[in-house]
């Protein structure tokens, strides 16, 4: 029987997050972590985890890495147990590196005593990130000027209510070649982009509201359900859920 138990916890001090889904079935559609290198390590079952590079299935005790601004998606053949470290690139460009180390091992010995990973399992995640540190892939890819602006716009400001017709009409350009142009350069419709955005917002503002209406409006959706059914297809749980399962240390 499956579950789709996910647990987040989240270092308040550098913004490193542990994610932990356990016996789940989701499938994750297209997308791309901004500014975020992630580090998995598949603790029981099988993902299919595809990049733009290539297809490939993970099992159990094998890790990988997702640099910043990599489309991939994952599948799931049937339930599968994960745990996923989020360190966002600007935290190792601007943090001391000891204060990083000792921040994962804090979230690392959590998910230990928890009896969510073991001492190899917690070895092979710090290989994996031994390993990229010094990669080539840290540099992102330059994008031409009118892409990165918009791109940046949309990073910063998701909920403002920009139309693809627009952005294609302040690029001066037809809007099947800017939405072809975009996707070739970020790897996502602009759409889709923005909707992920949206989404990572509210996963910021979600502890700090009230209300899922308050949040869903101020992060540029029309309506609840809309918010709801986008929040859930993106990070695998409703947001009241996601609330609940998010913890800080």
């Known amino acids: 029987m499956t579950t789709n138990n996910i647990l987040y916890l989240y270092s308040t001090e550098t913004g490193i997050e542990l994610i932990f889904c356990d016996n789940s079935t989701i499938s994750y ?71 990083i180390q000792k921040r994962i091992t804090l979230l690392l010995t959590q998910a230990l005593d928890m009896g969510k990973i073991n001492q190899y399992q917690i070895l092979q995640l710090l290989n994996c990130l031994d390993e990229i540190a010094g990669s080539s892939k840290w540099q992102l890819k330059k994008h031409t000027s009118y892409i990165h602006d918009l791109k940046k716009q949309l990073e910063l400001y998701p909920e403002c209510k920009l139309t693809v017709d627009e952005m294609a009409q302040n690029a001066f350009i037809s809007k099947y070649h800017f939405i072809r142009s975009f996707k070739a350069e970020v790897g996502l419709t602009p759409h889709q982009f923005q909707i992920q955005n949206r989404i990572r917002k509210a996963q910021r503002l ?19 359900s809309h918010f709801i059914k986008q929040f859930e297809k993106y990070v695998g749980l409703p947001p009241l859920t996601y609330k609940s399962s998010s913890g800080t240390i």
């Open 206 to 224: 979600i502890h700090k509201t009230e209300t899922i209406t308050e949040v869903a409006l101020t992060t540029g959706f029309c309506d609840q």
């Open 29 to 99: 559609p297209l997308h791309n972590h901004v500014s975020v290198l992630t580090i998995g390590i598949i603790l029981d079952g099988s993902v299919i985890l595809t990049t733009n590079q290539e297809t490939k299935v993970y099992k159990q005790n094998e890790t990988f890495a997702i640099f910043p601004y990599v489309p991939h998606s994952i599948g799931a053949y049937d339930s599968y147990t994960l745990l996923s470290l989020c360190i966002d690139k600007d935290v190792i460009n601007n943090v001391d590196i000891s204060i």
